[in-house]
């Protein structure tokens, strides 16, 4: 079983930048793929950045992509997502999720089996 915590939300303006963090706890699995999905309401969630805890390959939608950056620290069990250039349509809910392994389709939520319970992040 795996835990996902995250952090690093709030408000900030347009224009600005800012870096959650997810951090995993419990068997962490060394091909273990982490996203990050966002979500507002009344909207499908959407992932928006992947990365491969093996080889550290990533993924990124075209609405982000170009401005957001997903990195990890596998010794801290940690995948971080540096926001940039911030939109208020980037205003949503953000949650970190974990798949057993990076398939064709990183940014598609089916195959991920473990959810954090999101941060929020506000553009204005």
């Not at 990365?51 to 401005?67: F, L, P």
């Not at 801290?76 to 389709?105: F, H, Q, V, W």
Request: with cysteine.
């Amino acid at each position: 079983h795996v835990q996902l915590v995250e952090s690093g939300g709030g408000s900030v303006q347009s224009g600005g930048s800012l870096r959650l963090s997810c951090a995993a706890s419990g068997v962490i699995g060394s091909s273990m793929c982490i996203g990050w999905f966002r979500q507002t309401p009344g909207k499908e969630r959407e992932g928006v950045a992947a990365i491969c805890r093996i080889g550290g390959g990533t993924d990124y939608s075209d609405s982000v992509k170009g401005r957001f950056t997903i990195s990890q620290d596998n010794a801290k069990l940690k995948t971080y997502l540096m926001m940039n250039s911030l939109k208020p349509e980037d205003t949503a809910m953000y949650i970190c999720a974990a798949a057993l392994r990076c398939g064709s389709r990183p940014l598609s939520q089916g195959q991920y089996l473990f959810w954090g319970r999101g941060t929020q992040v506000t553009v204005s």
